[in-house]
């Protein structure tokens, strides 16, 4: 399925001059009377932002990055915590508040989770957590998932039932009256687009969610979802989340630029380190808590010990160098590498203790290191960068 954006190119223009305000302080002075013709003020429009750029500013006393989502109004730490695998299953309780306190204290605004992970108790832990720290509802942004929400057919998929209760079971988990994104977990060939956006605008309308987004969905997908949003007044995603790194690359290089240009999607990364593997964590061994160990995994463990895998793994080391003499680790490198990306607006980390989390958090040092010759020097070790199809 295809679906055109130059309809919405079109929108956006005539959205702009509909915007146009007529000037009365003009034609009509105070005391005047208004007998003189009345002159249209001249607009003078905002100047745009350079191109691919996204305005990002640095918190104070934290070094923490923030950039705008897609080209909303939220602002979004460009390191975010994810809690896949994590919360609820792979760490202690007490260990997920170490690793959510100590995010929260160096910036990170952003904390996603999802209705399927660990069959809610990743939901069921962050809100714990965030109920006994007492932050402001107002200084983090929580993002969660709808679509695999229980064993029963009206339990899963993107209907306006399930989008409707499984957001509602997910913030009474969370213990809030709101959360500020609900993704749409892949797409749903079961249910029409129009009842999906539908049903996202009613959450937000009913103020369950404050924006929506996609996981997983394709460019053409994403376009249609846009499309009938503004065919019928009705609010569209302002974000796809996405997997990224350096051995999964076309989507975010190829596809997600156009849909951030031309709709203002943006783009929320996950898996950075590839589930462990930029690590080096996996060099022919399984360390007690490394992800392929845990029950349910074995499908990572097969991939680990795949040869696609094992080349993946020479090419890490031979990035050791370039880590090197940047002064950082290969993770280090690995999630900055995700940062410089175009469109992405915050990369999600998924850590099992604090002290891994600040080492992630070190990528920010790495970041102004990356110029254009260091990032070709990677794609030349890489051998895979994306490239047009025409």
Partial sequence: ?????????????????????????????????????KVRAALVPRPPAPAGALRESTGR???MKYRNLGKSGLRVSCLGLGTWVTFGSQIS???????????YEHGVNLFDTAEVYAAGKAERTLGNILKSKGWRRSSYIITTKIFWGGQAETERGLSRKHIIEGLRGSLERLQLGYVDIVFASRSDPN??????????????NQGLALYWGTSRWGAAEIMEAYSMARQFNLIP???EQVEHHLFQREKVE??????????????????PLACGLITSKYDGRDPDMCR????????????VQSEDDKKQQAKVMDLLPTAQQ??????QLAIAWCLRSEGVSSVLLGVSSAEQLMEHLGALEVLSQLTPQTMMEIDGLLGNKSHSKK
């Fill in 237 to 239: 995603p302002v974000c």
């Fill in 292 to 303: 392929a160990t845990i029950k349910g995994y074995q499908w990572l463990k097969d991939k």
């Fill in 61 to 63: 006393g934290t070094g």
């Fill in 326 to 331: 940047l002064g950082c680790t290969v993770a």
């Fill in 93 to 103: 309780d007490e260990t997920a508040e170490d690793v959510l306190t100590v995010a």
């Fill in 254 to 271: 190829m596809q997600l630029p156009e849909l951030y240009h031309k709709i203002g999607v943006g783009s929320v990364t996950w898996s």
């Fill in 191 to 204: 249910s029409p687009m129009e009842e999906i956006v539908r049903a996202m605008t009613y959450v937000i």
């Fill in 1 to 37: 399925m295809q679906v055109s954006i130059a309809c919405t190119e079109q929108n956006l223009r005539s959205r702009s001059s509909e915007d146009c305000l007529s000037g009365g302080g003009h034609g009509n002075p105070p005391g005047g009377g208004g007998s003189g013709p």
